[in-house]
């Protein structure tokens, strides 16, 4: 049985930035419970609201961005906001920002000044190329972080130019590591009971996860390349032509694993052939070795050979497109595909929580707020007090 509370309510969280990476930091921790507060500019809404495919004028990526958020406006760009955003701070947690580097300063909103406020507050800063260093004014994008980073000189295919990976996967790794960092100050908070800076850069995050990259270089004098859909020296993982004219991947690359292979190939002696019995040979070889495990796909149905591969115990499986996902009940079993409410679009499908806790899992309450602004009375009149009256003083001002 899970319990009702949600892990991180109890945490009040303003989320003043826009598009990707800062934004998808607040929905991962609302995901878990925490009051996240989207500021947005009276009259220029975050652009997410328009990204992407639409349905009778409604953006469909903002619900799954900003879910569980509850959406204010105020203009940070006139003296007025800025010292509403002051008692806002007094009553959080953390603030989430992903402006370029000297923004909040210029907006009177530094962390020093803002830490005078709440000595408790943690930001969270996310930029291209953080808030220290020759680089940090540039204006950068996910893009720009992975390029830098080193990603995308090894995505794509050996003949052809560096490509993008199909999602803003810079974003999406930024966001993260700025998560961890944010719960990290978190639980540093208990005992301190100070506040900090969490500085999280673009090409950091990418550069992060490019396993040996530089050691390959500096000690074995090895520049990782292009390679297309395999791994250097590591073979067979790739994918393979079926007879149904679609693909299918199979990663095979340990000795045991290939054994089994090879059994499910009927071909079990290729597990004892010196080109292929030990990692380092299978690598030496891998064109020959993929070649031959492709005649074998090429003879079956990809359902016929996945099922083979499946009874002996060799990683596999489908490309999958969005169709695919809809339909494995694997990712129904495990509620990956959630539909939640819409006022406009009715019954909405997004992905689930992730990661799944046993006692106290994460949980998808409503999608994005369909206008801005929409909980402008809630935050400013019940948790700072403010009238009705002095509401529709500082909307007609353009504060809010």
């Not at 992407?52 to 007025?80: A, C, F, H, Y």
């Not at 500096?218 to 079926?242: C, D, F, Q």
């Not at 006692?359 to 309450?365: A, S």
Request: hydrophobic share 35%.
């Amino acid at each position: 049985m899970t319990e009702t509370r949600l892990p991180l309510e109890g945490l009040r969280v303003l989320e003043l930035g826009t598009l990707l990476a800062g934004p998808f930091s607040g929905r991962l921790l609302a995901d878990f419970g925490a009051e996240v507060i989207k500021v947005e500019p009276p009259g220029k809404s975050d652009p997410m609201r328009n990204w992407g495919k639409s349905k009778d004028g409604v953006g469909l990526w903002w619900p799954i961005q900003s879910r569980n958020k509850k959406s204010i406006t105020l203009n940070l760009r006139m003296e007025e906001g800025q010292e509403i955003l002051k008692e806002l701070v007094k009553e959080a947690d953390i603030l989430i920002e992903n402006f370029r580097p000297g923004t909040m300063e210029k907006w009177n909103l530094s962390y020093e000044q803002l830490s005078e406020i709440n000595p408790k507050l943690i930001m969270v800063r996310t930029s291209g190329y953080g808030q220290t260093g020759p680089y940090k004014d540039r204006a950068g994008f996910g893009s720009v972080g992975e390029a830098m980073g080193g990603l995308r000189n090894v995505t794509g295919f050996p003949d052809r130019p560096p490509t993008r990976i199909g999602v803003s996967i810079g974003d999406t790794l930024t966001a993260l590591f700025a998560t961890i960092g944010c719960l990290v100050a978190v639980h540093e908070r208990e005992h301190s009971g100070k506040g900090q800076v969490v500085d999280t850069a673009l090409y950091e995050s990418v550069f992060s996860i490019m396993e040996s990259l530089i050691p390959d270089y500096l000690l074995a004098g090895y520049i990782r390349e292009r390679m297309g859909n395999v791994l250097p020296g590591v073979a067979p993982s790739n994918i393979y032509y079926t007879a149904d004219k679609t693909y299918i991947v199979i990663g095979a690359n340990a000795d045991g694993v290939f054994t089994r292979l090879c059994e499910a190939m009927g071909q079990p002696e290729l597990a004892q052939d010196p080109r292929f019995s030990t990692h380092l040979a299978r690598g030496e070889n891998m064109k020959l070795l993929d070649s031959l495990i492709e005649e074998w796909t090429k003879s079956l149905t990809a359902k016929d050979a996945l099922k083979v591969l499946a009874e002996k115990g060799v990683p596999s499986g489908l490309i999958y497109t969005a169709k695919d996902i809809l339909e494995d009940p694997h990712y129904q079993e495990r509620e990956m595909i959630i539909k939640v409410d819409h006022p406009e679009l009715g019954e909405f499908p997004m992905p689930g929580v992730v990661p799944k806790l046993s006692r106290t899992p994460g949980q998808v309450k409503e999608p994005g707020a369909e206008r801005m602004g929409k909980h402008n009375t809630e935050i400013y009149g019940e948790l700072l007090g403010l009238t009705t009256a002095r509401l529709q003083e500082l909307e007609k001002a353009n504060i809010i």
